[in-house]
Structures are given as structure tokens and as C-alpha cells.
């Protein structure tokens, strides 16, 4: 019976250690290896779903007066013309008059001029495109001020600007002509044309004004965002809830889209160090306020490196930050990360030399502003879970682990319609499993980690009451005496007659 009980025991032991290294290499087998370590492109990939390409339309309406020729210009032009054909300098061809009319006026046309009564309008459509954030997943964003707050000085000094062009000066030059030809019959040569243009110039710049601006926004994100018209049927709407001034000033603007459950970015806490990496997200387009509202633009996100590499004093008591991570047009307002992911700034200016190239680092809005703007319109930033189980899913994929990364995309798709990448992202995965490319290990049901101590206490409690009831039975039979018939007594009596055995039944 010991032997019994001793095999018993044995085998117990080997069961529970059989079970427990099945269970150990299960665990091992299941178990995921560590994500892949953050790098630029995985910040990025990470992060865009949470950038976006902003775009403001401003509908401006401009004027000046209209150029007329006083009495007393009048007067002095016709006894010019008088003295000249008493000279003998000019015919009375009504044509000959008319040319040296012109020839005068053109000489000095500043002195013949004066502004009219009335005022001559221009509509004008112009388009600023930046890049933005999300810092909540309800849909308040943050980008540079100067994107979506240009003010009437700004949208004046640009169609000054514009006038300016080589492309809009030669395209004045023919109107200018065709229109002196077509009222009064005369050719101006080059030299006159120039002359009538540069004062026209002159004009516009003396007495226009910008008497109107209506702004609308549209945002949109992606892999590829067509911006122009094609946003504005496309392109999701937004507000502007409060912006401060342009640089110098703190160049921060917070807007409202008009989404909920969207990607958000963390912001940064403490104070980053020069020379710590910093990572550029946005939407580069150069061009800014520079284009009519219909034009189309194929805008894509790009991801620059750099480090920190400067501060700059600031007017208002702040400072910029400085990085040599490329920027340009387009760039402004977008996101600085740094090697974690987290906001650190908001893409605000460029350096430019004298030629008015970009020159030198780009610099940022530091994230301590962007808070304290973020304060100011009682909005609280909460990056919330999106942008986390997206990284999560993007993990998965690392380890072709498709059936995982299927189920944390599905989560993301179910909380955000809104999402620019998930879609994509959960046909491409769905696809991966289908060609059996997945592998997902497989899942222990009903396993946990906690269950290992209860597995080896319910073993020892099973082995331990084996044994009591083992040895409380073996007990109880050397007490118990049994009363064998005289049959049995017989035949276990010794043949010499010797006395009889009491046998113990056990």
C-alpha cells in the first residue's frame, strides 16, 4: 500500500511539472516580442492621423478712387498743347493732338491726376494653407496664427505684392494697351506702357484700401489631400475660437473643427534641451496667400528631422525655439515632436537673407505657450487613446501579428469615423490575413498569469489529502479486530493443530 501511495505521489509530481512547463512555454510562445523602438518614421506614421492640412479662404474686397483730370490739369494740358502748335511742334490733327496729349500726361502723370468721387472695386479670393493638430479628441486643434488670421495690412501689403509679379506686371501691360487702343485709337510704345504701369502702381499703393475680408477654414488629412477648390467641397469646415498676434507676437491660434472622436497629439511637459531631436510633421506647400481660390494643389505630409539648435529672443518677453529640421510654407503651424512623440512647439517663421530666400533653422512656438493659449479659451488638452492603439496596431504589424493588429484597428474604426489612415490600414491588414501571411500566435483561453500559484496549490492540496486519507485508514485497521468464521479458521489453521490466527482484514 506505501508503494502504492509513494507511486501516486511520484506521478502527481510529474503531472504538475509536465503542466506547469506546457504552461511556461505557452506563455513564452504567446507572448509578443518588444515593439519596435520609436524612430522618425514610426513618430510619423504614428502622429499624422493627427495632423492636418488647414486652409483659409479669404473673399476680399479692395478699391481705390478712380484717377480723374481736374479743371485745372485740364487747363494746363490744353495751353502745353496751344504752345506747342504755335511753335510749329504739332499739327492740328485731331489724332497729333491727341498723341501729344498722351505723350504729356505720360511724362509726369502724377501731376494731371487726382483721385475722383468715386471708387473703382476689385474682388480679390486668396488662399492660406498651413498645417494644424489635434490637442483633444473632440476636435479643438492648434496651428500658427498667421494661417488663419490674416489681417487687412497683411492681405493689403500682399496684393501690392502680387501686383508686382512678372507674370501679373505682363499681364497689365496688355490690358493697359488694349484699353488705351481701344478708347482712344493710339499705340503706347514700351517705354510708356512701363511709365503708366509703375504709376499705376504708385496709385494703388497711395490711396487703395482692403474694405472687406470674409475668411472660411477647411482642414482635411491624409496621404494625399487635393486643396484649393477641391477642398472646399471635400475639406471639413472649422472655426477660429482665438488666436494672438503674428510674430514677433506668440503666433498661436486654437480652432474647432467640426468632428468629435479624432486622433490627438500629447504635449510635451518640461523644457527640451539643445541639441535634442526634434521631428517636423506637416503639410509643405509654398505659396502663401499667393494663389486664387480655384487652383488645385496636390498637398502630401512630410516628416523632417533635425535637432534644437537655437533660441531667439522674442518681442513680448517669450522665446522661439530653433530647429534644423527643413521647413517651409506649409509647415507653419504644424508640430514639433520630439523622441517620444510629444509636442514640443508650433511651427511659427523662417530666417531669410537679403535676397529673401530661407535661410538659417526654422523656428517654433515652445509648448509652454501653447498651453497657457490653450488655457485662455478654457480648453483643456487631452490626448486621449486613438493615437495610442493606432501605435499599438502599427506594432503588431511589425511582427505580422495581422489577426492582433486587425482587432486594435477595428477598434479604432468603430470610435472614429473621422480617421484618415484606419481604412486603409484595416483592408490592406485584412488582405494580409487572407493570403496567409499572418502570423498571430495562438491564444490561451481563459489563461492568466495569476492562475499559476492556484494550479501548484490545488496540486499540493489534492497531493496532501491522498496522503491523510491514506494514513488515517491505515490507523484505523491496527485498532479493528475481526471475528473470522470458523470456515475461513480452519483453513488457516497450522496441520499440527497449533492455535488458531486472527486474520487483520485490510
Known sequence: MERLITRLVVALLALVVLANAALFAAIRITQDPAPRSLDGQRIFAASRPAVVLIQANYAVTASFPEP???????????????AMVRAGRLSLQPAAIDQAAVNLILDN???????????????????????????????YLITAAHVVSASKEDIRALILDLEKKPARLAEGRTEVQRLVRQESGITLNDSQLDELISWQERWVDRYGTVDQVDAKYYLASGNVVEAGQQLETTGTRLSLVTAEAIAPGRDIAIMKADVTSVPALALSTGTPSMGAAAYVVGYPRRGYLEEAAQLDATVTPTLSTGKLVEKRSMDGGWTALGTSAQVTHGNSGGPVLDANGRVLGVVSFMLTNAQGAEDGP????????VR????????????????????????????????????????????????????????????????????????????QLPGLGALGFAALLTLLTLLALGLRRRKRVKTQAVTVPPDVAEIAASPNGAEKETISVG
Not at 68 to 82: A, C, E, F, G, M
Not at 379 to 407: C, N
Not at 432 to 445: F, M
Open 68 to 82: 480723374t483730370v481736374p479743371k485745372s490739369s485740364q487747363d494746363r494740358l490744353d495751353q502745353q498743347l496751344i
Open 372 to 447: 497657457e493659449t490653450l488655457a485662455k479659451a478654457s480648453v483643456k488638452p487631452a490626448a486621449g487613446t486613438l493615437t495610442s492603439l493606432y501605435y499599438q496596431a502599427l506594432s503588431q504589424d511589425d511582427f505580422h501579428h495581422y489577426r492582433h493588429e486587425l482587432a486594435i484597428l477595428s477598434q479604432v474604426e468603430t470610435r472614429s469615423a473621422w480617421h484618415p489612415y484606419v481604412r486603409d490600414a484595416v483592408t490592406s491588414t485584412q488582405s494580409a490575413v487572407l493570403s496567409g501571411k499572418d502570423q498571430t500566435p495562438p491564444v490561451l483561453v481563459g489563461f
Open 362 to 369: 526654422g523656428f517654433f512656438v515652445p509648448v509652454d505657450i
Open 109 to 139: 502723370p502724377d501731376v494731371y491726376f487726382v483721385p475722383g468721387a468715386n471708387r473703382i472695386k476689385d474682388d480679390v479670393s486668396l488662399v492660406s494653407s498651413g498645417s494644424g493638430f489635434f490637442a483633444t479628441e473632440d476636435g
